[in-house]
């Protein structure tokens, strides 16, 4: 069974850094492309980072490129995202979602996500 | 950036009723769009890719048309489970789109 299980949120200041986890398991990792996905309260969906599945290349939502750093370690079946310089609208529950190639990718699997709040 | 619209915002159905939710693109996205539900609390599941493809496990009652801007979900006949918030998702352009959904609730 395919697993994505988020960690690392809570409450972070403005300006703040936090760096969250996603742990796989139930599927060959390495071999499959991540995202992180983000979801502000009451809000709908954003997509926020890509990684390939050797980590070689990533891509950035406007909005947090040069703050939000993904990385991966295909040893440790893990996804990361590291966040720094973080204000209030990076409120949101954090997804990590595995792609699934078709004619284009989709989000196949999702973890229950992570909460980050951003306040003072 | 392709803007998808949803409508209408709120369904009320009751059981076993036929739900029609719509999914509007700005400009055509070709056959590259995806429903998803999501449920209170849960995180979204992908009910279909491709505009009329279901994802795995997803039930018949489900199924997905369209092409180009206009793009419908329908369930055939609701079941309780069914009610929740769906979502579409375009990705004719990285890094894509979502609308901002429909809310399926119980009349």
């Known amino acids: 069974e395919v697993q994505l299980v988020e960690s690392g949120g809570g409450l972070v200041q403005p300006g703040g850094s936090l760096r969250l986890s996603c742990a796989a398991s139930?599927?060959?990792?390495?071999?499959?492309?991540m995202n992180w996905v983000r979801q502000a309260p009451g809000k709908g969906l954003e997509w926020v980072s890509y990684?390939?599945?050797?980590?070689?290349?990533?891509y950035y939502a406007d909005s947090v490129k040069g703050r939000f750093t993904i990385s991966r370690d295909n040893a440790k079946n893990s996804l990361y995202l590291q966040m720094k310089s973080l204000r209030a609208e990076d409120t949101a529950v954090y997804y990590c979602?595995?792609?699934?190639?078709?004619?284009?990718?989709?989000?196949?699997?999702w973890g229950q996500g992570t909460l980050v709040t951003v306040s003072s | 950036e392709i803007v998808l619209t949803q409508s209408p915002a709120t369904l009320s159905l009751y059981p076993g009723e036929r739900a029609t939710l719509s999914c509007r693109a700005s400009?055509?996205?070709?056959?590259?769009l995806a429903w998803y539900q999501q449920k209170p609390g849960q995180a979204p599941r992908l009910l279909i890719y491709?505009?009329?493809n279901r994802a795995t496990g997803i039930p018949a009652r489900f199924s997905g048309t369209g092409s180009g801007t206009d793009f419908t979900l329908t369930i055939s006949s609701l079941e309780a489970e069914d009610f929740a918030v769906y979502y579409c998702?375009?990705?004719?352009?990285?890094?894509?789109?979502f609308g901002q959904g429909t809310k399926l609730e119980i009349k």
């Open positions: 990684i390939s599945s050797t980590g070689r290349t990533t």
């Open positions: 979602a595995r792609d699934i190639k078709t004619t284009v990718t989709w989000f196949d699997y």
């Open positions: 400009q055509s996205v070709s056959s590259y």
């Open positions: 491709d505009a009329s």
């Open positions: 998702q375009q990705r004719s352009n990285w890094p894509g789109t």
């Open positions: 139930g599927f060959t990792f390495s071999s499959y492309e």
